[in-house]
């Protein structure tokens, strides 16, 4: 089963949608986009980011 999240739902003001087939993929996926199209780094996901 696919699982998807968007950027939006973790608190981002983007309609971006990560697919995988984990959620520990889902997880790395979104956290390559915020890092490469938000300049998120990596301190700067916190703890409530990555619960979302």
Do not use: Q, S, W
């Amino acid at each position: 089963m696919t699982k998807t999240i968007n950027c939006r739902e973790a608190g981002f003001d983007c309609d971006y949608v990560v697919k995988g087939e984990t959620e520990e993929e889902v997880l790395k996926n979104i956290m390559e986009h915020a890092k490469k199209d938000h300049n998120i780094k990596d301190e700067g996901l916190t703890p409530e980011m990555k619960e979302k």
